[in-house]
């Protein structure tokens, strides 16, 4: 049996998934825990595209808690994290599904 026919990367499709990871409002550290490990999940599954919710990294907040200068900095700190984390998993999806998706990864 021919595994490189079977290999959808190679016929020009991408395994793709939609991601709810369990939030807390106005909780980033919690919420970035949730969000890599999802992005972890969907790595071992060889997923190469995953869409996460809008504000995941807050949840959903009241008005107010928009203008809190501590959820603001809360978030980006983390996002910073969130980065990392998608680069690390973007890299270990790539390493040994085909040459054409290595060419994205970092080297």
């Known amino acids: 049996m021919n595994d490189a026919f079977f290999n959808l990367y190679r016929h020009n499709f991408i395994r793709g998934a939609i991601t709810i990871p369990e939030v807390r409002v106005a909780d980033p550290a919690f919420n970035t825990v949730q969000i890599i490990a999802l992005m972890r999940q969907v790595a071992e599954r060889s997923v190469l595209l995953a869409a996460f919710p809008e504000l ?7 008005e107010d808690l928009f203008q809190q200068q501590a959820l603001l900095d809360g978030c980006l700190e983390r996002l910073a994290q969130v980065i990392e984390a998608s680069l690390s998993s973007l890299w270990s999806v790539c390493r040994c599904r085909s040459t054409a998706c290595c060419s994205i990864a970092p080297s």
């Not at 995941?56 to 009241?62: D, F, T, V």
Request: glycine share 14%; aromatic share 14%.
């Open 56 to 62: 995941g990294l807050s949840a959903y907040p009241c």
